[in-house]
């Protein structure tokens, strides 16, 4: 009996804590949806504005269930358009198509399990089709990393449960976003693009400049309710499954009818969700494919994480500090496990006392590249930056990895991101465009008593992979700050100096000619930026 009360109470105590964690959630079920409000973002539209045109609402809900993901769903489902978008269902007329596809809440739970055992599953992932699987692949990176970024913001004994749930739940989501945007892509100016005044607002951006939607999942969505085997090679769905109309997409009026609904989302997440991913979460298909960054670059895969070249300093020659961490002998017994973080980390306290973080070394791990780790040094350090630690490849026994010397701080960006000077933060954005650093997360870099920053953690640069990424335009007026400072025009001063074919080749021993010939693309849309600014 008691464990049955503790049981219980445990499940209180996660779905009360979890409740929090989905607050995002409800935006779905609010008055406009979440692309709605990507309209209003990138395209200066404000919905309660008189002004804008006649009909506007009919016109873009007709938009939506006249495209080619709906013209299958019985005309019995499809919602009355003549209604403004104050009072429509949040997803608007693609409600309407959600209505053909998913039954209710456990229907689209079921379909998300289904999706969530194609990235564990091997037997079924030989049997998908070149585009499904690339598909597959792009979806694989983005739950995993979004399951990694939720742990960072959690705690407790319960963790783990909730940030698989929040990762699922952002899944969905972003497959709502991914596939509105192709059937509005040809419309989108004609009808979205209206700014506060009512005329059109010729330099919107397209849904698809902004969320990249996967092909395969539009034509597989398509085809109905067995989606998934939608994407199998020469599967076609016959379609004989009955359609209900949906609940979950339909908008209560009542909040306690709201609160019911996220409720039985959170619960439903527990249920099925968790044990899919937890069940395969060690031999995860992802790990070994390593896909490529989803539609931000050419698909390639980097050389970085098998090349053994020699790595010599950028600036022809070390530091002191730098010829002091390679000399230094470590011996396995004295490496001790840091708790925290996404690769094998382990701390060393050598016998003057220094003390340093060492990563060895894991083909099979997908964040855990030490050649980008010390390649991140070397350009901070030829650029005359002083944000990252000394850096440099040691072997520990068989092992051989990282070596960056511990710096002091007060505490990490979580915690003390108000301590940081603004210019350091400006610097350090600038120097993630230079390395192509999409794993800067808050804890990512510590805080000195002095205000200024010493950036960490760079195994995920360099190769277009990781998470979060963000485009440019979020940190623009940063970076350009800071290139605009004494220090940022010494920085790119140096990088306007480089001889390029040299610098190509030595970025080559470190993480191989593709990756070094997308480094030197960064370095010269730096520089441009830079020029354009002058002028």
Same mark, same amino acid.
């Given at each position: 009996m008691t464990s049955y009360r503790i049981k219980t109470f445990l499940l &209180? #105590?996660?779905?009360? &804590?979890?409740?929090?964690?989905?607050?995002?959630?409800?935006?779905? #079920?609010? *008055?406009?949806?979440p692309t709605v409000l990507a309209y209003q973002e990138y395209c200066e539209v404000d919905f309660d504005n008189q002004s804008l045109p006649r009909g506007f609402e009919k016109n873009f809900c007709e938009v939506v269930t006249k495209s080619p993901i709906c013209k299958d769903?019985?005309?019995?489902?499809?919602? +009355?358009?003549?209604?403004? /978008?104050? %009072?429509?269902?949040?997803l608007d007329g693609l409600g309407s198509c959600f209505s053909g596809f998913f039954g209710s809440l456990e229907e689209l739970w079921d379909f998300l399990t289904e999706m969530l055992s194609l990235f564990y599953d091997e037997d079924k992932r030989a049997e998908l089709s070149e585009e499904g699987s690339a598909f597959i692949d792009g979806l694989a990176l983005y739950y995993e990393t979004e399951v990694i970024k939720a742990k960072d913001d959690m705690s407790g004994i319960l963790k783990d449960e909730r940030a698989s749930a929040v990762a699922a739940k952002n899944l969905f989501l972003k497959l709502g976003k991914d596939f509105l945007a192709e059937p509005l892509k040809e419309k989108y100016h004609e009808y979205a693009c209206y700014n506060k005044l009512g005329a059109v607002h010729n330099t919107c951006k397209t849904l698809t400049d902004v969320f990249f939607p996967p092909v395969a999942f539009i034509a597989a969505i398509k085809k109905g309710p067995k989606v998934v085997k939608a994407l199998l090679k020469d599967d076609d769905p016959d379609g004989s499954t009955v359609i209900k109309p949906a609940q979950v997409l339909t908008i209560p009026k009542s909040p306690t009818k709201r609160s $019911?609904?996220?409720?039985?989302?959170?619960? $439903?997440?527990?249920?099925?969700?968790?044990?899919? #991913?937890?069940?395969h979460q060690y031999k995860s298909p992802y790990l070994e494919s390593k896909p490529p960054r989803i539609g931000m670059a050419e698909e390639y895969p980097s050389e970085s994480y098998t090349l053994l070249t020699k790595m010599k300093p950028l600036s022809g020659k070390d530091e002191l500090v730098d010829?002091?961490?390679?000399?230094?002998?470590?011996?396995p017994e004295q490496l001790k496990k840091f708790a925290g973080g996404i690769?094998?980390?382990?701390? %060393?306290?050598?016998?003057?006392?220094?003390?340093?973080?060492?990563?060895?070394?894991?083909p099979t791990d997908w964040a855990s590249n030490y050649r980008a780790e010390v390649l991140a040094y070397e350009v901070d350090k030829l650029l005359d930056l002083d944000i990252v630690p000394p850096t440099v490849e040691k072997t520990v026994g068989d092992m051989k990895g990282s070596f960056q010397k511990f710096e002091n701080s007060i505490g990490d960006g979580n915690s003390h991101m108000?301590?940081?000077?603004?210019?350091?933060?400006?610097?350090? +954005?600038? #120097?993630? %465009?230079?390395? +192509?650093?999409?794993?800067?997360?808050?804890?990512?870099? /510590? %805080?000195? *008593?002095?205000?200024?920053v010493h950036s960490i953690d760079h195994g995920l640069s360099f190769t277009g992979r990781g998470y979060n990424p963000k485009s440019f335009y979020i940190v623009e007026e940063r970076v350009k700050r800071f290139m605009a400072s004494d220090e940022g025009k010494k920085a790119v001063s140096k990088l306007k100096s480089l001889d390029q074919e040299s610098f190509e080749r030595q970025l080559s021993d470190y993480i191989g000619p593709l990756d070094a010939?997308?480094?030197?693309?960064?370095?010269?849309?730096?520089?441009n930026l830079s020029d354009e600014k002058i002028q």
């Amino acid at each position: 009996m008691t464990s049955y009360r503790i049981k219980t109470f445990l499940l &209180i #105590f996660n779905i009360l &804590i979890f409740s929090l964690s989905t607050h995002s959630f409800e935006l779905s #079920f609010n *008055k406009i949806s979440p692309t709605v409000l990507a309209y209003q973002e990138y395209c200066e539209v404000d919905f309660d504005n008189q002004s804008l045109p006649r009909g506007f609402e009919k016109n873009f809900c007709e938009v939506v269930t006249k495209s080619p993901i709906c013209k299958d769903v019985k005309e019995e489902y499809r919602r +009355d358009c003549n209604v403004t /978008l104050e %009072v429509v269902n949040p997803l608007d007329g693609l409600g309407s198509c959600f209505s053909g596809f998913f039954g209710s809440l456990e229907e689209l739970w079921d379909f998300l399990t289904e999706m969530l055992s194609l990235f564990y599953d091997e037997d079924k992932r030989a049997e998908l089709s070149e585009e499904g699987s690339a598909f597959i692949d792009g979806l694989a990176l983005y739950y995993e990393t979004e399951v990694i970024k939720a742990k960072d913001d959690m705690s407790g004994i319960l963790k783990d449960e909730r940030a698989s749930a929040v990762a699922a739940k952002n899944l969905f989501l972003k497959l709502g976003k991914d596939f509105l945007a192709e059937p509005l892509k040809e419309k989108y100016h004609e009808y979205a693009c209206y700014n506060k005044l009512g005329a059109v607002h010729n330099t919107c951006k397209t849904l698809t400049d902004v969320f990249f939607p996967p092909v395969a999942f539009i034509a597989a969505i398509k085809k109905g309710p067995k989606v998934v085997k939608a994407l199998l090679k020469d599967d076609d769905p016959d379609g004989s499954t009955v359609i209900k109309p949906a609940q979950v997409l339909t908008i209560p009026k009542s909040p306690t009818k709201r609160s $019911q609904l996220r409720w039985s989302f959170i619960d $439903q997440a527990g249920r099925e969700v968790n044990p899919v #991913f937890y069940k395969h979460q060690y031999k995860s298909p992802y790990l070994e494919s390593k896909p490529p960054r989803i539609g931000m670059a050419e698909e390639y895969p980097s050389e970085s994480y098998t090349l053994l070249t020699k790595m010599k300093p950028l600036s022809g020659k070390d530091e002191l500090v730098d010829t002091h961490l390679k000399n230094v002998e470590i011996k396995p017994e004295q490496l001790k496990k840091f708790a925290g973080g996404i690769t094998d980390t382990y701390m %060393v306290k050598l016998a003057d006392g220094t003390q340093g973080i060492f990563k060895p070394r894991k083909p099979t791990d997908w964040a855990s590249n030490y050649r980008a780790e010390v390649l991140a040094y070397e350009v901070d350090k030829l650029l005359d930056l002083d944000i990252v630690p000394p850096t440099v490849e040691k072997t520990v026994g068989d092992m051989k990895g990282s070596f960056q010397k511990f710096e002091n701080s007060i505490g990490d960006g979580n915690s003390h991101m108000s301590f940081a000077k603004s210019e350091e933060l400006d610097k350090q +954005d600038f #120097f993630d %465009v230079i390395i +192509d650093n999409r794993d800067r997360h808050k804890g990512n870099f /510590l %805080v000195t *008593k002095n205000g200024n920053v010493h950036s960490i953690d760079h195994g995920l640069s360099f190769t277009g992979r990781g998470y979060n990424p963000k485009s440019f335009y979020i940190v623009e007026e940063r970076v350009k700050r800071f290139m605009a400072s004494d220090e940022g025009k010494k920085a790119v001063s140096k990088l306007k100096s480089l001889d390029q074919e040299s610098f190509e080749r030595q970025l080559s021993d470190y993480i191989g000619p593709l990756d070094a010939n997308r480094t030197l693309e960064r370095i010269n849309f730096l520089i441009n930026l830079s020029d354009e600014k002058i002028q």
